[in-house]
């Protein structure tokens, strides 16, 4: 996970500026090229500091973090303890447990998790305030890119598709727009993903990382659980809209299924065009999901 990179030394400084005695400086980060983070040790506590990769990203983040803090407990969020916007950089506290990816759980206790993550990205969307004119008129150019996209990848993945995913692909670019419109817009966390959830025995669950805060569908924060959970894992997804209060409306699964497609059809095309396997067997995996075993 960690790629062992030294802390700049710039942010060397703008850390002992905000944290005086500050002592190991750990490399966190994703192993992915725009991710920077720090975990920065301090007597028995720590901090993370984090370098954003565009303007955007940050302020993004910097909002994600104070909708976090009304909407959410404190043990449920880390907090915004510093930023700088001309580095870029945040430093935040850390959140208990560990990251529920990889977690070893027993299937009761994995039920559990879900539950409670379902419950906690209710009470998030609740928060959100009435979606303006210019949030909807966003949400709907973002379905018509992705509806664009999906054409687009058809026309260089066709031959490497069975009938009824090629079928599957072509209703992204025909329905998801329209559907879209009806249905409810929240604020999003934008990467409500297993590598972002924490578990805490005794505290429970949490949530980090809100660099893709931003107002959106509610169902676009369930398309990576669809394709990679939900399809093989049902009892998952009962558990989780069990704690989400509500299930999903007859139009909100069909626009989670064709953004999962989009999700899977965009990876194979990356795949292709790259010549990187993982990506195309990730593809077609979620296709395969979506055409014959998700319902």
Not at 25 to 30: C, P
Not at 113 to 139: C, K, N, P
């Amino acid at each position: 996970m960690t790629q062992n990179t030294p802390i700049p030394s710039d942010l060397r400084r703008w850390v002992s500026s905000h944290l005086p005695g500050a002592e190991q400086v750990t490399d966190v980060s994703w192993p992915r090229g725009s991710s920077r983070v720090w975990r920065v040790a301090v007597g028995a506590d720590a901090v993370f500091v984090k370098v954003s990769p565009s303007t955007r990203d940050y302020e993004r983040e910097v909002r994600g973090y104070a909708y976090a803090a009304r909407a959410l407990a404190a043990h449920e969020a880390p907090r915004l303890l510093a930023s700088d916007p001309d580095l870029h950089v945040l430093m935040t506290s850390r959140q208990p447990g560990n990251v529920v990816r990889g977690l070893p759980l027993d299937v009761g206790e994995e039920r559990h998790v879900y539950e409670l993550a379902g419950h906690l990205l209710r009470r998030w969307h609740d928060h959100s305030d009435a979606a303006s004119d210019q949030v909807r008129e966003d949400i709907s150019a973002s379905m018509a890119n992705q509806a664009e996209e999906a054409a687009a990848c058809l026309e260089s993945t066709a031959g490497h598709l069975d009938n009824e995913q090629r079928d599957l692909v072509r209703c992204v670019s025909k329905e998801l727009p329209e559907l879209a419109e009806e249905l409810p817009a929240v604020e999003r966390h934008g990467d409500y993903a297993t590598r972002n959830w924490m578990w805490h025995p005794e505290r429970g669950h949490g949530v980090i990382d809100f660099e893709m805060f931003a107002p959106g569908i509610a169902v676009e924060e369930f398309v990576w659980l669809c394709g990679a959970v939900w399809a093989v894992r049902p009892d998952l997804k009962a558990a989780y809209f069990s704690g989400y209060g509500r299930p999903l409306s007859a139009s909100e699964e069909r626009v989670l299924r064709l953004l999962t497609t989009r999700l899977g059809v965009s990876y194979l095309d990356s795949g292709l065009t790259k010549q990187q396997p993982e990506l195309v067997e990730r593809g077609h995996l979620i296709l395969t999901r979506m055409t014959h075993e998700y319902q």
